[in-house]
């Protein structure tokens, strides 16, 4: 069979030049040394491994798996494995450079890394994603471990897959050792709170936001493009603290209703709807989709994907707050224009770190073998993820650079100073 290469995407930024385009303004706005700009744009370790597994009909199928530790400076590396059709070394580079600012961001000592296997689960059957799932965390045994690479869910993987990975990375040293994986079920030694904990921080940092543009949440309009797991949590705890959310959205499309969606509502449908929104009857289905970033509100929590706010349409954008809850949603080609407007973006290496803050809790109780309360969960998450706003809005006005720079520059000196103090060769 012919190998064809896959043609690139147009309209497309490529993730690890968007990255980078930010981190060489924080660089320069710091004057980092040449010789530290070099050690954290280059990624410490990049692993491709081929995976040949046998498919359900007999036949043997030969998978792309990928492993990138950015850095370690600060710790072990903790970063999620994705499993999608679009995983490529650029993509996997970005995110787990991603991971390391934003480990530093939230001040957990850990460094960032990114997996991922270029396949498509839903063709798959469970059998097919476990034997994928246990050749791949083999294939990196020597990679992964509780004091050296943490993994975690992301696009395509979840606590079934993660406990697929602790299973076999036990087995393959003769005894259980629960840390290597966060994101487990609560069994095997998930957290309390995990669940909710990226769409929980979201809500904490937009607080804390509003309360330095001295928006009301009482009186505070909102809308989130995203209703999966951290679009709804976020939507629902910052509407339980009284904040009316009109708009919100899922692939099935935007629903508007100006008095106020009832999110507890809209959750229970969509559970009972195979996960979608179609046909919910609490607002009503907008005619075109992307309307919904363009509404007139306060808040606008883009929670569903990347590049979605562009050059094309940031203009257009009315909210005077920008809450990423989503990684990577706004086209680093659009930050001028966003700015320009004075719109106040919490980015993401902020806005949805609360999910690897209650990952290296979860990690912390594995390896205390004690398991915390939902309530110490929280209390510490949200003590956490405000710290790390009030850090980077000072740096925001200090260095007077946009919050996403601010956080940018909160990374790239803690892990500067780091690497000073440990040293090279
Ligand atoms: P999810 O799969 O639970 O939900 C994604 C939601 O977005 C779904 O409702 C889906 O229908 C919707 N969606 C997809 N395409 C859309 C579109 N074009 N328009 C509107 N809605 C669309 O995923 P999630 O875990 O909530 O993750 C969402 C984002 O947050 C991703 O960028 C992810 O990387 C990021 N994130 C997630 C976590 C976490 O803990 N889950 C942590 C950090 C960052």
């Not at 883009?302 to 094309?312: C, L, M, R, S, Y």
Request: a negative charge; proline letters at 4%; one cysteine or more.
């Amino acid at each position: 069979m012919a190998y064809i290469e896959p043609a690139p995407i147009k309209d497309h930024e490529n993730p690890f030049e968007s990255m980078m385009s930010r981190f060489i303004i924080a660089a320069e706005k710091l004057g980092l040394e040449d010789e530290v700009y070099n050690v954290l744009k280059s990624p410490d370790k990049q692993v491709l491994v081929s995976l040949p597994i046998t498919m359900d009909n007999g036949s043997i199928q030969v998978f792309e798996g990928y492993r990138v530790i950015h850095s370690n400076i600060l710790g072990p590396s903790k970063g999620g494995v994705r499993y999608d059709m679009d995983v490529n070394l650029d993509e996997v580079k970005a995110l787990a450079a991603w991971m390391t600012w934003k480990c530093a961001v939230v001040d957990i000592p850990y460094g960032g890394a990114k997996g991922g296997i270029k396949c498509d689960p839903r063709k798959m059957s469970a059998g097919e994603i476990e034997r994928l799932t246990r050749a791949y965390t083999t294939a990196m045994a020597e990679v992964f471990g509780p004091d050296r690479d943490i993994p975690a869910p992301d696009m395509g993987t979840g606590p079934r897959e993660m406990a697929w990975m602790m299973d076999e990375y036990s087995r393959n040293h003769g005894m259980t050792v629960n840390a290597v994986v966060t994101g487990k079920p609560i069994t095997l030694g998930g957290s309390l709170g995990r669940a909710e904990a990226t769409g929980r921080g979201v809500m904490i940092s937009c607080l804390s936001a509003m309360e330095k543009l001295q928006i009301n949440p009482y009186n505070s309009i909102i809308a989130v493009q995203g209703f999966g797991n951290v679009g709804s949590f976020a939507a629902l705890l910052l509407q339980e603290r009284g904040a009316k959310v009109v708009a919100i959205s899922d692939i099935s499309g935007s629903y508007y209703n100006e008095n106020g969606i009832n999110i507890q509502e809209a959750i229970d449908y969509r559970d009972n709807n195979e996960r979608t929104l179609e046909g919910f009857d609490g607002a009503t289905k907008m005619e075109d989709a992307e309307e919904l970033l363009f509404l007139d509100v306060d808040v606008l929590i883009p929670a569903a994907k990347e590049d979605v706010i562009t050059p094309k349409n940031a203009d257009r954008i009315q909210a005077r707050l920008i809450v990423e809850g989503a990684n990577g949603p706004t086209m680093a080609a659009a930050d001028e224009i966003i700015n320009k407007k004075g719109i106040m973006v919490v980015p993401d290496i902020l806005a949805n770190a609360g999910g690897v803050t209650v990952s290296y809790f979860e990690w912390v109780q594995n390896r205390l073998g004690y398991k915390w309360t939902r309530e110490r969960v929280n209390r510490r998450a949200d003590r956490t993820i405000r710290a790390a706003f009030e850090n980077v809005y000072n740096k925001h006005n200090r260095y007077n650079v946009p919050m996403r720079i601010a956080a940018y520059i909160v990374a790239i000196s803690k892990i500067n100073k780091a690497y000073k103090y440990r040293g090279g060769y």
